[in-house]
């Protein structure tokens, strides 16, 4: 791991020679924004055990444990406001040094923060609106969270009559389609690929900034814990997200 310093004009210069550089972002930049990462001790699952999709699914109470789990997680998830990292990477984006933004988050922070969705491959869901399972219609959460914490009257589609829920990836729920080859054809583009925030040990998301470095990508890693992917990065940096993001786009200034 090289000097912070010298890592951050390293990070700037491979940014201006980029011809396609890729963000991938995991729950270290929210956290930032006051959301407690899952995984972590005293993080949302260790207050609730998963819901698994089959589950949802089978059991009306299952749904029903599920909705009311999502009204405790958006009084914390619902208020938080993009931070310095997420406004860096817009900036990036929106500069054209950026091309796209892989993320495992779930909390609309990128979109929230500037970015165009179809800048953003959301690998995990999205946990700001509520979609039909059968026919996808998405669905605004409002008038469904009103409704439930009335009288737990589950949301049903009006289009198929098909079960709503949150749009975010379940346990055991196929991983979406879309979102993953899309993520794929990106980090086959990507000439710098950089990690922020990220443990690099959920499957198969981690799976791609491997995959960038084994073909060649610079693989840039920011993160405040060291990861296993450590060892084949090209930089390295042990710190805050939103501090060094926001160093790389004063020294991407100069």
Same mark, same amino acid.
């Given at each position: 791991m090289t000097h912070q310093n010298t890592s951050i004009g390293q990070i700037a210069s491979l940014l201006r020679s980029s011809q396609c550089a890729?963000?991938?972002? $995991?729950? $270290?930049? %929210?956290?930032?924004?006051?959301?407690?990462? @899952?995984? %972590?001790?005293? =993080?949302?699952?260790? #207050? *609730?055990?998963?819901?698994? @999709?089959?589950? *949802?699914?089978? %059991?009306?109470?299952?749904?029903?444990? %599920?909705?009311?789990? #999502?009204?405790?997680?958006? #009084?914390v998830i619902g208020v938080a406001k993009p931070n310095t990292g997420h406004l860096s990477l817009a900036q990036l984006v929106a500069d054209g040094h950026l091309r796209s933004i892989i993320t495992q988050n779930i909390d609309g922070l990128h979109q929230s923060s500037g970015i165009s969705e179809q800048n953003i491959i959301e690998l995990h869901g999205n946990s700001t609106y509520a979609k039909c399972l059968d026919c996808q219609k998405r669905f605004d959460l409002k008038p469904l969270l009103a409704a439930?914490?009335?009288?737990?009257?589950?949301? /049903?589609?009006?289009?198929?009559? $098909?079960?709503?829920?949150?749009?975010?990836? &379940?346990? =055991?729920?196929?991983?979406?389609?879309?979102e993953?080859?899309?993520? *794929?054809?990106?980090?086959? +583009?990507?000439?710098? @690929?950089? /990690?922020? =925030? &990220?443990?690099?040990?959920? *499957?198969?998301?981690?799976? @791609?900034?491997?995959?960038?470095?084994?073909?060649? +990508?610079?693989?840039?890693?920011?993160?405040?814990d060291p990861t296993p992917l450590d060892p084949i990065a090209d930089i390295v940096i042990h710190a805050s997200i939103g501090e060094t993001l926001s160093k790389v786009c004063h020294a991407m200034a100069i």
């Open positions: 890729v963000a991938f972002t $995991g729950a $270290g930049i %929210s956290t930032e924004s006051g959301i407690p990462d @899952f995984r %972590s001790p005293g =993080g949302l699952w260790d #207050k *609730y055990q998963p819901i698994y @999709f089959d589950d *949802y699914m089978s %059991s009306i109470e299952m749904r029903k444990e %599920s909705w009311r789990r #999502k009204i405790q997680t958006d #009084k439930f914490e009335k009288d737990e009257t589950l949301p /049903v589609c009006d289009e198929c009559r $098909g079960i709503v829920k949150t749009g975010t990836i &379940s346990f =055991g729920q196929p991983m979406p389609e879309e993953m080859e899309r993520a *794929y054809v990106m980090t086959e +583009a990507a000439d710098v @690929f950089i /990690v922020l =925030g &990220s443990s690099l040990s959920v *499957y198969p998301a981690a799976a @791609f900034p491997e995959n960038a470095a084994r073909r060649g +990508a610079k693989l840039i890693i920011i993160n405040r």
